[in-house]
C-alpha cells in the first residue's frame, strides 16, 4: 500500500477564492485582513451572522449573512454561496476554505442553558463538516485547500468548558484524519490550535475577564498569520505558542482519568472568584 507524504505546498496568491465563516471578529477578522492585503484579487465571501468591518484596500468581497446553528439559515446560505461560485468558477479559481466560526461557555453543563450547548456544537463541530462537505467536489476539480480552527482545548478534557472541549476534540481529530484522506488528492488541510486569544471569545463566554494576561495570550493578527504561514508550508497541524505546544506534548504521557482532573483544577482558576462565592 502506498502512503503519500508529500506535502501539499500552496502560496497564498495563487487562492482566487477564500470562503471563510465568522469573519466578522476576532481570528476570522484578522485572517480576512490580512488574505486581502497578501491576495489583492482574491475573492472572499464570509459567512456569519453580522457583517465583515471595513477592509483596507479591497471590496472584492461578498458577505453571506447565516447563523450555522440554524438549518434554514444553513441552506439558504449554501444555495447563495454556490451562485456566487458558480458565477466565478468560469476562471478556474483555487479555493481557500477557512472553517473558523466558534464559540464556547464556560460553566456547569448544562448551564447557561441546554439550547446554547446544542447550538455550540452546530457551530463548532457540524458546520465545517457541512461546509466542507458541500465545497469538496469544487476543490477536487480546482484544487485548493482547508484550514480548520480548532482550538489546544481539543487536546484533553476540559471541566466546565465541557462541550467546548468535546467539540474542538472532534474538529482537531476529524481534522488531522481529513488531512491524510486529502493530501493524495492535492488539498491540503491545516488544523489550526491557538491558545489563549485576544478576542471577543471570552467575553461571549462569560469570562468576567479574559485569562490572556495570566496564560500569555496572542493576539488575533499573530494567530492568523502564523496560520496562513503554515498552510503555505503544506503542515497539517499548528500549535501556537510554545508554551502550548509544550501542554498539547506533556498531556500525552498523563493517564487520562488523571487529565480531566487537572484540567478541573486549571479551568476553576481561570474564574476563580466565582468558585470562591459558591464556596461561601
Ligand atoms: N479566542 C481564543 O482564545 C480562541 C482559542 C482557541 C480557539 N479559538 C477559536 O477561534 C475561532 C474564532 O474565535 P475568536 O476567538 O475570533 O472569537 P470571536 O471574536 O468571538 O469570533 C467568533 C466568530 O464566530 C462567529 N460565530 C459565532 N456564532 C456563530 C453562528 N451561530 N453562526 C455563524 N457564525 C458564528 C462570529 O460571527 P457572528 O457573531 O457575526 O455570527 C464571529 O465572527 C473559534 O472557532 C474559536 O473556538 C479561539
Known amino acids: 500500500m502506498e502512503v503519500c507524504m508529500a506535502k501539499v505546498q500552496i502560496p497564498l496568491e495563487k487562492f482566487g ?3 471563510i465563516t465568522g469573519g466578522s471578529s476576532g481570528i476570522g477578522e484578522a485572517f480576512v485582513n490580512l488574505l486581502a492585503v497578501r491576495c489583492p484579487e482574491c475573492r472572499i465571501i464570509n459567512l456569519s451572522r453580522s457583517p465583515l468591518g471595513e477592509i483596507k ?5 461578498i458577505h453571506i449573512s447565516c447563523d450555522l446553528s440554524n438549518d434554514d439559515s444553513k441552506k439558504s446560505a449554501i444555495k447563495e454561496l454556490l451562485r456566487v461560485i458558480e458565477e466565478d468558477s468560469g476562471e478556474r479559481k483555487k479555493l481557500l476554505l477557512i472553517n473558523n466560526s466558534g464559540f464556547g461557555t464556560y460553566d456547569t453543563f448544562p448551564d447557561p442553558n441546554l439550547q446554547s450547548q446544542l447550538d455550540m456544537l452546530e457551530v463548532n463541530a457540524k458546520a465545517p463538516l457541512w461546509l466542507t462537505g458541500e465545497l469538496l467536489s469544487y476543490l477536487r476539480t480546482f484544487g ?3 484550514l480548520n480552527v480548532a482550538s489546544i482545548a481539543g487536546f484533553q478534557p476540559t471541566p466546565y468548558f465541557a ?3 468535546g467539540t474542538k476534540a472532534f474538529l482537531l481529530n476529524w481534522s488531522l484524519a481529513l488531512a491524510e ?3 493524495p488528492q492535492g488539498i491540503s488541510v491545516l488544523t489550526l490550535c491557538p491558545g489563549p486569544v485576544r478576542t471577543n471569545f471570552f467575553k461571549s463566554a462569560g469570562f468576567s475577564s479574559p485569562p490572556v494576561n495570566q496564560w500569555g495570550g496572542l493576539t488575533p493578527d499573530q494567530v492568523a498569520t502564523a496560520g496562513l504561514v503554515s498552510l503555505e508550508r503544506g503542515r497539517n497541524l499548528l500549535i501556537t505558542g510554545w508554551n502550548n505546544r509544550l ?4 498531556t500525552r504521557f498523563v493517564p487520562l482519568r488523571w487529565i480531566g482532573r487537572l484540567s478541573a483544577f486549571v479551568m476553576k482558576k481561570m474564574r476563580l472568584e466565582q468558585f470562591q462565592t459558591n464556596r461561601t
Open 247 to 250: 501542554l498539547s506534548f506533556m
Open 181 to 183: 484522506e486529502l493530501r
Open 17 to 19: 477564492l477564500c470562503v
Open 57 to 61: 484596500g479591497t471590496n472584492n468581497n
Open 144 to 146: 485548493g485547500a482547508i
Open 163 to 165: 462541550t467546548y472541549g
